[in-house]
């Protein structure tokens, strides 16, 4: 078939295609198909696709699988895709994506996530992140993730990043952070907090700090705490 040839199937006959059939499909004609016939794919097809085939599409191809052939995709299918590609896909092609595909994203490809894309992500997909991958996320995105997706965070997530990366996170986010995730804090990253961002602390997280947490606030930090926060210290913090 020529590509001319490809780009004339009916959606219908897409769909109709085995995989075996796709598959012996050469990326070039791949290619060809348009963005309706992408989202034509069902989710067998999807789940049966060879990864050069998907790194063969374009970004509105990308955009245009359907959750379920995005959900259908392995680790190393998400592996052949480029940046541009992981870029294009929706925010509800984001939530399909599995978590083991998540896991196994390079950090290349988590920084290249839109701020709508971090936003998006289920807290299952979050708690699917290594440390390593962590880092990689921008101060922007950062700031994107939602006061839920914050709260849902392990505290291994939360000293896997950067202090510059904790450093950005808004008031609405530090206030979102439990008492658990406080007590669990690095030293390094509670130092890091502006005078803006601390009294946004619940005074449940303060009563949470140990001793060397706050032994670790600056004498710039201190005064900006609430009369109620330096009543929820504890007496071993003091």
Do not use: H
């Amino acid at each position: 078939l020529t590509t001319a040839q490809v780009a004339a199937l009916t959606t219908a006959q897409v769909a109709s295609l085995g995989s075996a059939d796709l598959n012996a499909l050469s990326t070039y004609q791949f290619a060809a198909l348009a963005s309706s016939q992408v989202a034509a794919l069902t989710t067998a097809q999807a789940a049966g696709l060879e990864s050069a085939d998907l790194a063969a599409l374009g970004t509105a191809q990308v955009a245009a699988l359907s959750t379920g052939g995005i959900a259908a995709l392995d680790s190393a299918d998400f592996e052949a895709l480029s940046t541009a590609q992981l870029a294009a896909l929706t925010t509800a092609q984001v939530v399909a994506i599995a978590t083991a595909a998540v896991a196994a994203l390079a950090t290349a490809d988590i920084a290249a996530l839109t701020t709508a894309q971090a936003a998006a992500l289920l807290t299952s997909q979050l708690g699917a992140l290594t440390s390593a991958q962590f880092p990689a996320l921008t101060s922007a995105q950062v700031q994107a993730l939602t006061t839920a997706q914050v709260a849902s965070l392990a505290t291994d997530d939360l000293n896997a990043l950067a202090t510059g990366q904790f450093a950005v996170l808004t008031t609405a986010q530090v206030a979102a952070l439990t008492s658990t995730q406080a007590a669990g804090l690095e030293t390094a990253d509670l130092a890091a907090l502006t005078t803006a961002q601390l009294p946004a602390l619940a005074t449940t997280s303060v009563a949470a700090l140990g001793a060397d947490q706050a032994a670790a606030l600056t004498t710039a930090q201190v005064p900006a705490l609430t009369t109620a926060q330096l009543g929820a210290l504890t007496s071993d913090a003091l």
